[in-house]
Structure formats: structure tokens, C-alpha cells
């Protein structure tokens, strides 16, 4: 049991310390993702999808809710 | 969650994180959003409007998504791997694409590199974590998502990085001088992966292209084919590079990229073009410095060119010319043999520029043969662009090249005259001073191979002190012509001569100062070696700290030489002081020779007095080292280390006629290697000198106290009974004698005490610094010994340091000085000798009273007349003589070879007449002799008082404490001549005064001072030890 809870421990740590850099390569190129969204993308894309037609989705939906996004950005953020 | 059974291989777990990314990115709606709705219910109505416009949002989302999986190919944006849904992009080669583009983005956008520095750390960062298996897709959904903030319209997005690639291009110098080179530096910086395959190359550059102009896609797959089609021979890269190349040209215009001006030239030559391409083919061999039918060499240093072309090629044969001629001269120098050591490290060097150059020369021949073959395969248009390689850009490619070539041939030819340090200084020189920074590197280059065998040579000479130099190219020389020095010199040789520094061998890379070190580094360790038999320390130093030096970091090299230099110099004097006991040695040569131990030398003396009162010839060598023996034996010496006194030894000095013990007996210190490298065999001799003159000082502090005791205990009985007649003469001898020994006195305590005893300080102080070298302790000693010299009046070897302003006036009485001492010591005994005439005339004139009384009184006893005239006329004939005689031996100067028996014939006559005769010409001897000591000093502490050494004048305030003696004032104006005359005029008097009184004297005294006068000759000429040889046998 200890061994496996320090294993998961051990992947988890490792999964956060990707998403740490991931989070900074976006910031640098200012994709707007806060952390969820882009741990949410990496799921997606680790369980196969398209990363094009991810991005095909996340830019339709911006643009979707682009103008109610502006009225309240911070909901969003 | 929207309908599963539309696609049964999407995950329920696809579904919630899509779902929740949608609601993530959807806002809330706001109130007024549901405005229509019944108000009552708000809330509900507000979560179904919600929960209708997820559904809408996924359901458009899953299209979008599932379009992307079944129409793969054709969408635009794409690349070409993208096919499957699942996993299928993921080939390794895809992983590169995303964090390129990315990258190139990031360098556009940006100014400054940092971002794009920065993302390639977290890049790397990223590759190392295991977590992720689709790292590119991330990547590429990253940078998609970045790419949104841009104009939406892809096109122009996708080829923003290949038109970066034409800023780069443009951007590189070197571009313009070698065009294929420069593409191809050009694609290598774009990403890693280029050289790995040529394919994945051309997939970079499809999408890009497809996206761009689906008419031109035909073109490229016609390239690609062309490529595959194509034999392998040649890199893959240049190939692709062509083809990317390329394309640029059709598109947009790229001022100074080479590519355009290679379309221009192409158009003249199709008029003279078949002689320019024989002339192109020729080239590469001609540029290896071959003949061609064309271009032939005439001869080593001259091109012929054919008479018949047009004036623009034969200017650019003319040019091209330059670097055939140059290498054809430069070959045949790396081909030669003769040269020493760093010569052929420079053959080896310019051998391995000659090898780019070569290779230079291949890449273009393979140029030149491709153009050659698309110009003969037709008109294709594709073939005249792909064949400009023209003369003109041969000489722009050559254009480099040439530059180093020529600073070769320079070098090389300027080497011709120079050899080792002077070869390197000169290209040291071009390193550091040339204004071209080409030729800076390129010098530099050059250097480091060049320096190799000398840095070889320091290593060995530093660690080792071992010089390995066939050449004659270190700056440390072995002087095989050895000047011819007598053999007491060459002793010192091991150090002093056995290797040379020579100036003009030092490298510039290496100050002068430096040098020096060095030098004394390695003349250390060979010493060490070979003077001291220590080649068991030497070997393990050199095992320890031997280390690589090479050309550049002078840091270290300095570092490692200052610390070889402090162990060398550090062991080296550890090894003189421990293991041959230099300072012991130097302390026993100051307490023997130097008379510094006191109760040894006054035994010594004592023992020996009566032996050496004995003819020279008489000496027996083993009765003066059984002297020695016993004054060792008897006095503080005994405690001495055996050591120390095996070396101490007795002997006389050269056999000559006529002279005495005295003058001959010498005492000896033997030194051998290696000590004999500080104590030199001159410093023996000034040792020598020394004890020669502070030997003869205390003889005569020994006589004249000898005399003085005799005189102070005849006082009291002797003496006193004949007070009436000579009282008064004793009572001038006895102040004459008092002054003569205050004289002594004080000469003896300033040579040792002020002389010696300072000196010896600075020497101790000097010996004991820490950092002291050899060479500091070889200066200091010989520093010492000419102090004690100079200030002793004995030196003339230092007095050239005062005789600057006024040598002659100043070298004069300084060299005087010893032959006045001489002088007054010489009539210091002359006057004893005188002394003990007169005691012995007082001795006689005793006895003979008592006599008289003695028959007065016996005849008185007998009833006759105690005095009768028969007595007065025969008393000294019949018994004075014998008497006398008997009481005083051997102390009148001219009975010193003599028996006592044989009276001198002014005695001789034996009646009262010549009796007063005697003792007025004793006293007139005795008041000359005083009267000349008393002038001589006063010479003396004239000359002494005009000294520019503080301690010498401080001999004469010594010497003349309460003014008793009258100086002649000296006007400081006058002019050194006249100075001199004066004295010249004063010495003449006293020489006339002399000879009189010498004349007056009788012959004994006139022998003594001729005696004394050719012993100083000897002195003063011949006072070598080498010279001299033990009488005793």
C-alpha cells in the first residue's frame, strides 16, 4: 500500500511539474488558457484527439462567446 | 454525453473533458440573456439555457472534431502526417515540427532572443518528463492557439517562418562569399532534426508550400523526384537547400542573396562560354597548383596565361592566379625538410590550412562539374540557373582562401631568416598587432600549433632542468664554446656559465621578466641535478607537477611557472642550507679566516710565534698543522663540527727568499662543490685577502703587546736601575708605544666589529628572506665580501662605485690605503725592533753595573781597590757581550738569521765610546720612527677623513678622538691633481725621511725595510692561493 500511494504520489508530482511547464510555454505565447483549460486540453489530446481540430474548437467556441466574453471577463477568469 | 452511438470509440472520458472545457470557456449567461423566459424561474430557466447551449456547443464541437478525423488530408494547416485520429501523427520526426514553428514564432515576434531562449529550456524540460506521450500535439495546439491573437489568415501565418529564413540569410556575411556553405549553416540553425533525413526536410517545407500555391505543388513533387532520381553523391542537405532556395527566387525578390546574382552572369558567358567552361573545368587543378592545357606553370613562381581571351577573364585569371601561384609555394615549403623543430610545427600547421583549402578546392570542382553537366545537358532553364558557377564566383569564393594563403606565403617567407622564439615572436606579432581581425584569428590559429614544441621544450626545461633543444630554438642557450677561463673559474661554470639566457630567443608571447624565472627554474633543477646529486627530488617533482602547457591560457601558465619557480628555489635552498651546511660554512670562514673567533687565533699566534720569527724555508708544513691541531684542540673551536674543521687547514704561502714565518703562514678554508657556487673561488681569494691583512694587523698587535708587557715588567727592576740614563728615552717609547697600540686597537675593533659584524647582519638578513634565490644569495654574499673590503681599506675592486664623480682623485688614496697601512704597521715593528734594542742596550748597561758593583765588591773583600783603570778598559771587551747577549736573543732586526753570539760590529768595538755611539743611535732611530708613524697617520686620517663612506670617516674620528694629530686642511675646491701633488709631495718627504733614518740605522734596518717593501710588492701582486704552494716541504 505505501509503496503505491508514493508511486501516485510520484506521477502526480510529475503530471503538475508538466503542467507547470506547459502553463509557461503558453503564457509565453499568450494563448489565453488558464491552468484547468490547459489540463484539460493535454487529457484530451493524451486520449487522442486532433490537436488541429482541438484548436479548430476552442478558437470556434472563443469566437462564439467572444462578445458576451469582454461584458464579463471575469467570470471567466 | 450528446450521442454516444454516433461514434462508439469516443471515450466517456473524451466526453467529459470536452464538456468541461466547454464550460469552461463558455461564460455564465447573464440574466438578460433569458430575459424572454419566465421570470419566475429563473434559475432553472437559466441552468436549461444553459445546459441547451452546452449541448449545442459540444455537438458543434464533436462535428468540427470528427471532420477533422475523416477528412485528414486535403485541410489545409494540417501536416502531412496528421492522418488518424489516434496516434498516428505521432511519428518521432512530427515531435520537431511544432516546437520549430514555435520557435520561429517566437523569434519574429520578438526583438530579443530571451523568449526564444526561454522556450527552448522549458522545451528541453519538457522532453525529459515521462508523463506525456503526445508532447507535440500539446505543442501544436499551443501554438495554434497562439496564432489565434494573429490575422486569422493561415496562409500568410505559414510561411511567415520560411520568409525568417530569407532574414537569416540575409543577415550572414558569409552568405556572399561561399553561397552553398552559407544555405546550408542557414538550415542547421533552423532546427535539429535537419540533417537527419532529407525527407523529413521537404515534409517541413510541403505544408508550407501546399498552403502557399496548390499550382506550384506539382513543381515541388517534380523536385522531389527529381531528388530521389538523382545518384546520392552528394550531400543530402545542399541538395534540399537547392530546392528551398529555390523557390524564394520565384517568389519575392532577396536583395543580397547570393541566388539572384547568379542568374546574371549567367548571361555573358553564353557567349564566350565555351572557353570559360574549359577554363572552369581546368580550375580545381589549377588551384591545386597543376598545370591544365589552359593555365600552365612556367615556372615555380609564375602563371602563364593563354594570350587569346578577352580582357575581363584574363583580369579574373589574373586574380585566381594569385592563389594557385600561393600554394604551389606553399606546398613546396610544407613539403621541404630542413628547419628546426618549431619550423616543422609550422610546416604541420600551414600543412593543415593547405588541407581546407583543399577541400575548398573539391567542394568547388563538384560545383563546377554539376554546372558543367546541366549546361551540356540542354536549354532547361532550371539547368542555367542550377549551372552559375562562373569564374567570377569562383574568385568571390576563393576570396578567403587567397587572404590566408597570402599570409602564409608571408610568414613563411619572413621565417626563412628566423628560427625558434624569433619565428614565434613574429607570428605573435601578427596576432597581436595586425589591424585585420582575419589575420588576428587566423595568426592565432597558427599559433597554437607553432608554439607546440616550444611549450614542449618549457614543460621539459621547467619540470625537468633538462634542456632538450636540437635546434638551438629555446631561449635558453647551451654555450658550446666555453670562453676560456683559467681553471680556479671554472668551477663556478655549473652555475653561472653552463647555460646562457639568450634575449633575442624570447618569444613576445613571454615577458622579459618571465624569462628570467624561467631560466632560473630550470638552471635550478639541473643544478639541483647535477651540482647536487639530488636527481631522486628532481625526478619526483617533475612526476608531480609536470603538467600540459599549451598556447593560450596564459593564466595557468603563469600560475604553474611561478609555482615551479617558488618549489625549485625553495628546495635549492633548503638543499644548501641542510644537506652542504652553506650557512655553517659561511659562519666558520667568518670566525676563522675572518678572525672571529678570538681565543682560537690568539692561541694560534702564540704558539706559533717563535716558529714563524724563523726564515720562511725553515717552515715545515706538519709543524703548522700541529699548531693548528693544538690551538683547535685548546680553544672554543674543539666545539666546532668535525665537518667545519677537516676543512680549516695551515700552510705557507709561496716560497720566496728572504722572508719570514710571518709573511708566509696562511691559514686556508677548503669549500668544494657545490658550495663553491655562492663561496666562488674570487670570494676565497678576497677571503684570502683578509686574512692576510688582519692576520698582520694582529702580528703586530701581538709584537707591540709583547714588548710592552716586557717593557711594563722590566720597569718594576731592569729598567729602573739604569733610569738615570735612559729613563727618559723609555718614557718616549713607552707614549710612542701606547699610541702606536691605541692605533692597532682601534683598526682591529673597526674591521671586526664595524666592518664585519654590520656586514654579516645585512648578509643574515639577506639569506633569511623568505623568497631568497640562489642567485639573491650569491649577490649578497659577494656584496658582503665587498663591503668588508671596501670598508676594510683593503678593496680596490669596489671603489669604482665611488669613483664616478672623480675616479682618479678618489680610486688614488683609497687604493693607497692598504700600502698605507702596510707602511705604518711596517714601521710599527720597526719601531718594537728599536724598542727592544733599547731594552737590550738598558739590559746590558744593567748588567754591566751589577758587574762592577759585584767586583767592586769582591775586591773590597779582598782589601784591594774596588775600581781600578785596568777595569774600566777591559770590562766590556771580556764579559759585557756574552751577557747581554744571552738576556736579549734574537730581537735585534739584523741578528734574525744570525746566531746571538755574533755580536754586531758597532758593538763589537766594545768600548764606552761606542757604547753612547749605540744608544744616540738608538735614539735617533727611535725619534725618526715616531716621528714618520706619526706622519704617516696623519696622511692616513686625512684621506680617511675626506671619504665618502660614513663608516670610514667614522675609523678616523675614532682614530683621532681629541685632535691629537693635526690634519692638513684640505680645501674641498682643490682641484684632484693638485690634491694629489700635495700628497705626492708629502709622501716624497716622508720616503726621504726614511731612507735617511734608514741610513742612520745601519745596514740590519736598512735590509728590514727593503724586506718589507718587497713583501708588500709580493702582497699586492701575487696573492693568489693557487699561486702558493706549502714551504714546509
Known sequence: MPPKSQEADDKRQAAREVIDILQEISDLLNTNLDRTELSLCVSLIENGVNPDALATVIKDLRKETGSKRVGNAHAVE | MSNPARNPARGRRLDDALSQLVDGLTPA???????????????EALASAESRRHHALMERAWRILDTHTSTSAPDPGSPAGLGGRRGSFVGTESINNAPDLIKRKLRRENVSPDKAVRFSNLYSRLLTQPVLSQKWGILFL?????????????????????????????????????????????????????????????????????????????????????????????????????????RPCDEHVRAGSPRPSSANPSGPPRSSGSVEHRLLRDLPFNLQGLSSSNLQFSSSSSLKLPSNLPAPITSLLNTLAEPCLLYKGLSAFVGSEEGGLVNQSLRAAIAIELRAYLSLVATLEAEIRQALVAIGDGTEPQGVRKGGVTLKRCVVWTRDATMALRLMSLIVEEAQSKRGGQLISLIHGFSTSHGDPFVCAFAEKLLEHVTR???????????????????????????????????????????????????????????????????????????????????AWVEAYSKKASKELRYGDTATLEISIDEAYKTTMARLISLMNGKFNLFDHLKALKSYLLLGQGDFIALLMESLA?????????????????????????????????????????????????EIGWDCFTLEYKIDAPVDVVITPWASTQYLKL?????????????????????????????????????????????????????????????????????????LEAIRRPDCTLDDLIEAHTKYLNSITHKGLLGSAS?????????????????????????????????????????????????????????????????????????????????????????????????????????????????????DNMLASL???????????????????????????????????????????????????????????????????????????????????????????????????????????????
Not at chain 2, 29 to 43: F, V
Not at chain 2, 145 to 159: C, I, K, N, T
Not at chain 2, 504 to 522: C, R, T, Y
Not at chain 2, 624 to 644: F, G, M
Request: aromatic share 8%; glycine share 6%.
Open chain 2, 142 to 246: 499551443l501554438y495554434k492557439l497562439s496564432a489565434s491573437e494573429e490575422p486569422v489568415d493561415g496562409g500568410e501565418r505559414s510561411r511567415s517562418p520560411l520568409m525568417d529564413d530569407a532574414h537569416l540569410h540575409n543577415m550572414l556575411g558569409k552568405g556572399g562569399a561561399r553561397p552553398r556553405r552559407g544555405t546550408m549553416i542557414d538550415s542547421e540553425d533552423e532546427g535539429p532534426a535537419v540533417s537527419s533525413s532529407a525527407s523529413q526536410q521537404h515534409q517541413r517545407v510541403l505544408p508550407a508550400k501546399m498552403e502557399r500555391q496548390s499550382s506550384l505543388r506539382h513543381d515541388i513533387n517534380r523536385d522531389g523526384v527529381d531528388q530521389a532520381g538523382r545518384s546520392s553523391t552528394e550531400v543530402p542537405a545542399t541538395r534540399v537547400e537547392a530546392g528551398v532556395n529555390e
Open chain 2, 799 to 915: 671603489s669604482s662605485r665611488y669613483g664616478t664623480s672623480t675616479s682618479t682623485s678618489v680610486k688614488q688614496p683609497e687604493e693607497s690605503f692598504l700600502s698605507q697601512l702596510h707602511q705604518i704597521l711596517k714601521f710599527m715593528l720597526a719601531y718594537k725592533d728599536a724598542v727592544d734594542g733599547l731594552y737590550s742596550f738598558s739590559v746590558a748597561e744593567f748588567t754591566r753595573r751589577q758587574e762592577i758593583n759585584a767586583k767592586i765588591e769582591t775586591r773590597t773583600a779582598q782589601g784591594q781597590w774596588g775600581l781600578t783603570e785596568r777595569d774600566l778598559l777591559s770590562r766590556q771587551s771580556n764579559t759585557r757581550t756574552g751577557t747581554s747577549m744571552a738576556s736579549t736573543p734574537d730581537i735585534r732586526p739584523d741578528s734574525a738569521g744570525v746566531d746571538g753570539v755574533n755580536t754586531p760590529l758597532s758593538l763589537s768595538g766594545s768600548n764606552l765610546a761606542a757604547d
Open chain 2, 453 to 535: 614544441p616550444f611549450y614542449d621544450m618549457l614543460r621539459l626545461w621547467i619540470y625537468d632542468g633538462e634542456l632538450s633543444d636540437p635546434y638551438k630554438e629555446f631561449f635558453v642557450a647551451d654555450p658550446e664554446f666555453r670562453p676560456k677561463t683559467d681553471p680556479r673559474r671554472l668551477a663556478t661554470s655549473v652555475w653561472e656559465d653552463k647555460y646562457k639566457l639568450d634575449d633575442d630567443m624570447v618569444p613576445s608571447i613571454i615577458n622579459q621578466e618571465f624569462a628570467k624565472k624561467i631560466f632560473l627554474i630550470g638552471k635550478s633543477l639541473n643544478f639541483i641535478r647535477h651540482g647536487c646529486d639530488d636527481s
Open chain 2, 691 to 763: 686574512f692576510n691583512f688582519l692576520w698582520r694587523i694582529k702580528r703586530v698587535e701581538f709584537a707591540l703587546n709583547s714588548t710592552w708587557r716586557r717593557c711594563m715588567t722590566g720597569a718594576r727592576g731592569v729598567l729602573g736601575n739604569v733610569e738615570d740614563k735612559v729613563g727618559a728615552d723609555w718614557k718616549r717609547a713607552r707614549c710612542v708605544i701606547a699610541e702606536m697600540i691605541h692605533f692597532v686597537n682601534q683598526l682591529q675593533y673597526y674591521i671586526l666589529f664595524e666592518v664585519i659584524e654590520s656586514s654579516w647582519e645585512q648578509l
Open chain 2, 610 to 658: 717563535t716558529n714563524l720569527d724563523r726564515p720562511a724555508n725553515s717552515q715545515y708544513r706538519h709543524t703548522l698543522t700541529a699548531q693548528l691541531e693544538h690551538a683547535i684542540r685548546a680553544s672554543n673551536a674543539q666545539y666546532d663540527t668535525p665537518e667545519v674543521l677537516r676543512r680549516l687547514d695551515a700552510r705557507m704561502l709561496e716560497l720566496s727568499h728572504g
Open chain 2, 923 to 1033: 735614539r735617533v732611530r727611535l725619534r725618526e720612527l715616531s716621528a714618520e708613524f706619526r706622519s704617516r697617520l696623519t696622511v692616513l686620517l686625512g684621506d680617511l677623513s675626506y671619504q665618502p663612506d660614513v663608516d670610514m670617516r667614522f675609523l678616523g674620528v675614532v682614530m683621532n678622538f681629541n685632535d691629537v694629530y693635526e690634519l692638513p686642511k684640505r680645501r674641498k675646491a682643490a682641484g684632484p691633481s693638485a690634491r694629489d701633488k700635495e700628497k705626492e709631495k708629502e709622501r716624497e718627504k716622508v720616503k726621504r725621511r726614511a731612507a735617511a733614518s734608514a741610513a742612520a740605522t745601519g745596514s740590519g734596518t736598512e735590509g728590514f725595510v727593503q724586506k718589507e717593501v718587497r713583501r708588500e710588492r709580493r702582497d699586492t701582486g701575487t696573492n693568489g692561493p693557487g699561486s702558493a704552494s706549502g714551504t714546509g716541504t
Open chain 2, 29 to 43: 449567461l447573464p440574466i438578460s440573456a433569458i430575459q424572454d423566459e419566465d421570470y419566475s424561474d429563473a434559475e
